[in-house]
C-alpha cells in the first residue's frame, strides 16, 4: 500500500512545477502486475494470493524465480508448506531429474539505500545457506541437486560484483562440502529503458547474477543466463 499512494502521489505531482517520480516502486509494480498475469491460471494460484498478504516480497521474488527459470526453458513445479522442510521449487529436467531451488528475501535486501557492500553479502549468503539448511532435513537436502536464489529490490551496480565476489569465496571457505549445491543466484529487478524520436519508456525485466560452485559434483546441469540475443523483458 505504501508504494501504490507513493506512486498515486507522484502521478499527482505532475501537474506542479516539481513533479516526482519513484522509478524503483514503478518497476517493483510493474514486475508485480507482469508476474501475477504470467501465474494467474497455475493451480498454485489462490495459495499465491493468499500469501500476498503475509509475505509479500518473498512471494513477488518467488514469483520473479519461477518467472526466470522458465523463460530458461525449465518446467517449474511449486512447492506447498509440509510439515516437513521443502524448498520453494522444483526444476524438473525430466524424468528422474529434479532441482531443489529455495528462495531467500534477506532483510537486508529488500529495500537498501545505500549499496550492501561486500562484507554484508557475505553474510547475506552465509545466513541464507545455513537458514536454507544442506543438511539431509535441510530445504535444499542432498536428495537433490540445489541452487539458493537470495532475492534483492533497488540493486545498486555495484553489489552485483561484490556478490559475486562473496558468493564465490562462500564456496571457498566450504570446498569439499556441499558437493550437491551448484550455485548461488542473486535476482533482481532492472530497468529496461527504449528511448525513441518522441518518448522514452521503460519495461521491468530480471538478471540473475549467478556463481557456479566448482566443488558441485552432479551431473544434472542447469541454464541461468541465456544468450543476449534471445534475453527478454519480464513476462
Known sequence: MIMVETLRSDIASFGTPDPEMHVDYLVELQALLVSLQRWQQ?????????ALDNEYRHTVMLLATATFFEDNANSVEFQETRPQRT?????VLGPRNRIAVEVKMPE?????KVAVGYDNLMNVVKASMEKAGTGPSGQLS?????ILVIGSFQTWPS?????????TDYFREVKGKQKHVMGIGLLSFVTLMHRGPAKTSSQPALKMTYVGNPGYEGSVKVITERPPHLQRPLG
Open 42 to 50: 497455475h493451480p498454485f494460484w489462490s495459495k499465491i494470493v493468499d
Open 142 to 146: 542432498p536428495q537433490h541437486p540445489a
Open 159 to 167: 553489489d552485483l560484483s561484490d556478490f559475486a565476489r562473496a558468493a
Open 108 to 112: 537486508e535486501l529488500k529495500a537498501s
Open 87 to 91: 524448498p520453494d521449487l522444483f526444476l
